[in-house]
């Protein structure tokens, strides 16, 4: 048997940036969401959409919240 391996250590270095990258890809959704608003469909397929832009909204929120809260972290971490 080989020797066993413990957990990962945390790396955070990087998390602002995943977590913008995050919102801005679901932003770009998002828009491209509206975008399909626009065309001629069905109505339950519109209100479909409309209720997934409104879960992305709050994503979206919820994103911004943890890049405060990492980025609040990270400055602890410099001093």
Do not use: W
């Amino acid at each position: 048997m080989g020797k066993k391996k413990g957990p990962k250590p945390d790396d955070r270095s990087d998390n602002v940036e995943r977590l913008r990258e995050q919102v801005v890809n679901t932003i770009e959704n998002l828009e491209e969401a509206h975008e399909t608003l626009q065309m001629n469909l069905p109505e339950e397929q519109k209100e479909a959409i409309r209720a997934k832009n409104r879960r992305r909204e709050q994503a979206i929120a919820a994103k911004r919240e943890e890049i405060r809260d990492e980025y609040a972290f990270q400055q602890e971490q410099k001093e």
